[in-house]
């Protein structure tokens, strides 16, 4: 975790494949799944990153997804809250 001036940011990155360039500007959606189409099957119902969004935001913070910057491999999540919430 990272504090600073004004918010607390959690960072989770790994070093895998990415995201798909054509579900990135979509994560965060109902059934929305790295995957495909969650209802395909395969098991991934494309519902967690939504509910986890969802829970973020009601908080009051944000989430933000990107991938790495080659030559660096992955994807990035970051989860971002104003100070102003601890404060209150």
């Known amino acids: 975790a990272t504090w600073t001036a004004d ?3 959690i960072t989770i990155s790994d070093d895998g494949p990415g995201f798909a360039p054509e579900v990135l500007p979509k994560l965060g959606e109902p059934y929305v799944s790295q995957r495909g189409e969650a209802h395909l099957g395969g098991g991934d119902m494309g519902l967690g990153f939504f509910i986890a969004k969802t829970l973020i935001e009601r908080t009051g913070g944000r989430i933000a997804t990107r991938n790495r910057t080659p030559p660096k491999r ?4 970051q989860t971002l809250w104003p100070l102003t919430l601890l404060q209150a």
């Open 74 to 77: 992955g994807a990035v999540v």
């Open 7 to 9: 918010q607390i940011i």
